[in-house]
């Protein structure tokens, strides 16, 4: 059983006609008794096609659901069960629903075709794979529904259903085509008279070009050399000299005077390779032809005139283009041209037009170097066996006499030694100078310049004729083996240079510097401007020569283009030269187009992040920034309520709802606001040495009580970072992990310190991460997994990671063993912690112990347990106190860095993320009031024995500091909702330890 032929109707446009012509033949073929059935066939509603359908077999259609609706599909199984001769498949590109057996109905087709049934089916020239771009930008519509061309060219018969635009328009007016409610509309828009006219062209062309190849092939099946001009074909023969842009212009104007006219230019080269075209004029004149909208082909061939006519035959051209001969008149002597050869041989079907051109006459211009590529020693050595050999040779046979015979073969060995030595000339004249000595000493009469008898005479001929003849070949093998020679030198620089290239890996700069060091020039320079009168930039330069400003003052100047070109400085090369010159040129140009449009794409890529960021803040902004507004706005609705009367309970709760709104919105803004310094690079970190024992249990204050493990030995080396940075940083990975870690297990944060560095690990036991999400989820706007969109905007690990890599560190995400997901923080150790001074005692009281490095958990707000005791220096000899022990102390447990308040006898501190003075102010003999569950701690006023000069004692409404807050007589810490201002005001200095930067604050040193 063979395989089935497909018939497809092809139109410009729906509504040509294509299922109604379709159904016609269907009835001529039945009326002829083939076995047709209607596979499936799309009326749309139009009657005339409908009553078609009235005498032909149906195949019932598959019933599938899909969107809500029941839509009918080909029932592929019933057709190939019902094995007609002849099936129809209306719409060839069009989608199956989901559920189907193939996903296009051509697959379906297809597999009819190979069950051996022959298909008649319909596309419009808009579903084409190739021509979507194109129709796209004459209708403004990209259609979906697409197949493959090859699906289309692989048919038997493709049939032309044509429409004038004028028609099909009228047909559309009639509401033949389309609803009349939507006739209007396709009128104004798909059906505009332009877009008719221009697809009706797509689909002429389409099946033009296919009947050419067609034609093609049957002449290449039964050997047509005829040419048949059904189309016009122009040839222009190229030789790669400057007259080669006339020829292509006059040609395409040749092509455009006829319709579909075709132009083909062909560059035809020996085989041996050795040409003197210039490679950057071939590649002008390649452009040019791609410009005008024709094809460069290049051919290899000896015989160039008969190359240049099978290729015109085979193409089956009408028309060839040459230039006039650039041959001297003397020249023709050697042969009648290219041009002649090709008029005289073309024959009666194939025109010949011969362009003059500003290069008549004026000789090819061939670099011809003869001694020169021999070397100077050798035609030294050359012309002294030429000249002297010969007398030295007659000196030697005075002595003997062999014979006029074997004379003459040994002055024939010197003019050859004289050849291979020294080339054309030396031969000559050695040639010369042998026959003279042969005719004076040894031919009758001797010692005369005449000669007796012709055989002498025939011998003497014979002699310089053989003479000049192996010169010619010795000087001819020893240029074309130099010019060989030079040519795979330049192919291998062109191939290393265009590899690179190609692989990205040479810049400008390089590819200049690769210049200079090839010529030996002094300096090399790419010069560009932006049109004539335009004064001329450097885009880039090598080599220590004096800079160029413009292509004159160079010594060599290479045009790359109009406004652009290459400027050496150092020496005049070759001519030869020049051709590798232009290919570097154009390489160069090469090279800087891409860097610029690197360079675009960049910015392109920037942009497209900032959107992408920008879009994401506005998510952001739309949903999480709304969500605790509406919750701080309910309750605080609810506590003004004079309806309900609010037991203390509910009002605490409604409080305890507030703090939590106000939070979230905290860190998320703060979080915003980094994220976007971080883009904008305004983030600039002042570093110094810092103690992580210190830095790290303040950033636990937004974690749960217990729900973290440190081990940060105290033995460690104090790190470079900038204290407000790296507690934000550290802050927001502990959060994270504590967010994915099982109830019940705890976050291990430890610290070790490795060849120069210190290592930060944050350990969970959560659900991990995979491998491939591991980079991403330090993105901004990036929530790994099901997180849903309470859990945050995706912007605390990118926050930490911009932090760390600010302060020169790193931020990784690696597996834990055994599950869960480690955060490896790692930054630059500075000099080792100064040994601590034994701290003061007390009368009657013993010294503390000394601290010890063990794993501990965080206390209540973050902070140690009252086990861990540091020593701290707090100036004016006051005596350290152990953290969180002793009265008059403050500690501050905030999510992001606020004091974790160290204050002992004369130091106060101000904290939460509110401003609201947690602790109170250690006072001697003043204890702080215990703070209730559920309610705001009480504002507390300082004594004025606390308030530094200048700045107004107490606080404001519900605890915002209105003094830099808590100014002790020689030590005040201000911490606001981000850590701001959590420095050391200490022996008379005041510092701001903001994360947005730090000033001293010179009227509180004075004033302390």
Not at 93 to 110: F, L
Request: some cysteine; glycine content about 12%.
């Amino acid at each position: 059983m063979g395989r089935g032929k497909l018939r497809i109707h092809l139109g410009a446009a729906p509504g040509v006609g294509k299922t109604y012509a379709m159904l016609a033949e269907a009835h001529r073929r039945v009326e002829r008794g083939t076995d047709c059935v209607v596979a499936f066939v799309e009326t749309h509603g139009r009657p005339r096609t409908e009553a078609l359908l009235t005498g032909l077999e149906r195949v019932p259609y598959r019933r599938l659901e899909h969107g809500g609706a029941v839509v009918p599909e080909m029932d592929l199984d019933a057709v190939l069960a019902r094995r007609p001769r002849v099936a129809l498949v209306d719409e060839l590109a069009h989608t199956n629903v989901p559920g189907s057996r193939n996903a296009k109905r051509w697959q379906d087709v297809e597999e009819l075709l190979a069950a051996g049934i022959d298909v008649l089916s319909t596309v419009d020239i808009q579903h084409l794979e190739s021509l979507g771009d194109v129709v796209e930008s004459i209708t403004g519509v990209r259609e979906r529904e697409t197949v493959p061309d090859e699906v289309v060219r692989r048919a038997d018969q493709v049939e032309l259903v044509d429409m004038t635009p004028e028609a099909l328009r009228r047909r559309m007016a009639h509401g033949n085509i389309h609803q009349p409610d939507q006739v209007d509309a396709a009128l104004s828009n798909y059906y505009r008279p332009g877009n008719l006219a221009a697809l009706r062209e797509l689909a002429l062309l389409w099946v033009a070009d296919r009947v050419d190849a067609h034609l093609q092939r049957y002449r290449s099946e039964h050997e047509v050399s005829a040419i048949w001009g059904s189309r016009e074909r122009i040839v222009v023969g190229l030789t790669g000299g400057p007259e080669g842009r006339t020829l292509i212009r006059r040609a395409a104007r040749l092509a455009e005077k006829g319709a579909g006219g075709q132009l083909l230019a062909v560059y035809i080269s020996r085989s041996d390779g050795l040409t003197s075209a210039s490679p950057g004029e071939l590649t002008a004149q390649r452009t040019l032809v791609e410009d005008l909208g024709g094809s460069f082909h290049h051919v290899v061939g000896d015989d160039i005139p008969a190359a240049l006519l099978d290729f015109a035959r085979g193409a089956n051209a009408t028309q060839i283009v040459l230039g006039s001969s650039r041959r001297r008149a003397w020249q023709y002597v050697f042969g009648p041209g290219v041009g002649a050869t090709v008029a005289r041989d073309c024959g009666p079907d194939m025109d010949v037009h011969i362009v003059t051109h500003e290069e008549v006459a004026k000789g090819r211009g061939l670099p011809v170097a003869r001694g020169a590529r021999l070397g100077r020693l050798r035609l030294a050595w050359g012309w002294a066996v030429g000249t002297a050999g010969p007398v030295a040779l007659a000196v030697l046979l005075s002595a003997v006499d062999p014979g006029l015979a074997i004379d003459m073969l040994l002055f024939l060995a010197v003019t050859v030694a004289a050849a291979l030595l020294g080339g054309l000339w030396p031969a000559l004249a050695s040639a010369a100078v042998g026959s003279l000595l042969l005719n004076f000493l040894y031919t009758p009469p001797l010692h005369t310049w005449s000669v007796s008898g012709p055989r002498n005479i025939i011998a003497i001929v014979i002699f310089v004729a053989v003479g000049a003849s192996v010169a010619s070949v010795v000087d001819l093998a020893a240029r074309r083996t130099h010019q060989a020679a030079r040519l795979r030198a330049e192919s291998g620089i062109l191939s290393f240079l265009a590899g690179n290239v190609l692989r990205g890996e040479t810049g400008l700069e390089d590819l200049l510097e690769r210049v200079r060091e090839t010529f030996g020039m002094e300096s090399a320079a790419l010069l560009e401007r932006a049109g004539d009168v335009e004064p001329w930039t450097c885009a880039g330069r090598a080599g220590r020569g004096r800079p160029v400003e413009r292509p004159e003052d160079a010594d060599v100047e290479v045009p790359v283009g109009d406004h652009m070109a290459l400027a050496l400085t150092g020496r005049v090369p070759p001519a030869e030269d020049r051709r590798v010159l232009a290919a570097f040129a154009a390489q160069a140009a090469v090279v800087l187009d891409r860097r610029r449009l690197r360079e675009e794409a960049d910015r392109a890529l920037a942009l497209a992040e900032r959107n992408r960021i920008r879009t994401a803040l506005l998510a952001a902004v739309s949903h999480d920034l709304r969500t605790p507004l509406a919750g701080i706005k309910a309750a605080v609705s609810s506590l003004r309520s004079e309806d309900v009367e609010w037991s203390d309970e509910d009002r605490a709760e409604l409080l305890e709802g507030i703090e939590d709104g106000a939070d979230r919105l905290d860190h998320l803004v703060g979080n915003l606001l980094d994220m976007s310094r971080l883009h904008t690079g305004t983030v600039a970190p002042l570093m110094r040495g810092t103690d992580l024992d210190e830095v790290v249990p303040r950033a636990l204050g937004g974690v749960p009580e217990g729900s973290v493990a440190l081990d940060v030995p105290e033995a460690l080396p104090m790190v470079a970072a900038d204290p407000g940075l790296l507690e934000r940083a550290m802050a927001n990975v502990i959060e994270n992990a504590v967010k994915y870690s099982p109830p019940g297990e705890k976050v291990l944060v430890a610290a070790s310190a490795l060849a120069g560095r210190v290592e930060v690990r944050v350990v969970d036991r959560g659900p991990g991460v995979p491998d491939e999400a591991k980079d991403s989820i330090f993105e901004p706007f990036q929530r790994h997994g099901d997180a849903p969109r309470g859990a945050g905007v995706g912007l605390g690990l990118a926050v930490a990671r911009g932090f760390t890599e600010a302060m020169g560190g790193t931020l990784n995400a690696e597996d834990t063993p055994g599950g869960g997901l480690t955060m490896t923080l790692t930054l630059r150790a500075t000099a080792t912690r100064p040994p601590a001074p034994p701290p003061p005692t007390e009368p009657g009281r013993p010294a503390p112990p000394a601290p010890a490095s063990v794993a501990r958990p965080a206390g209540a707000g973050g902070r140690p347990g009252p086990a861990d005791v540091t020593p701290e220096p707090l100036g004016r000899g006051t005596p350290p106190e152990p953290r969180d022990a002793g009265p008059g102390r403050a500690g501050d447990g905030s999510a992001r860095g606020r004091t974790a308040g160290d204050s002992a006898h004369d130091r106060a501190t101000g904290d939460s993320a509110r401003g609201r003075v947690t602790g109170g102010p250690s006072v001697p003999g003043v204890e702080p009031e215990p703070a209730k569950a559920g309610a705001s701690p009480p504002s507390v006023e300082a004594p004025p024995e606390l308030v530094g000069a200048g700045a107004p004692p107490g606080t404001g409404a519900a605890g915002l500091l209105t003094g830099p807050g808590g100014v002790g007589p020689g030590r005040a810490t201000d911490d606001s909702a981000r850590g701001r201002n959590a420095g050391d005001l200490a022996c008379g200095r005041a510092a701001d330890g903001s994360v947005r930067g730090r000033a001293d604050l010179e009227k509180e040193r004075r004033s302390s």
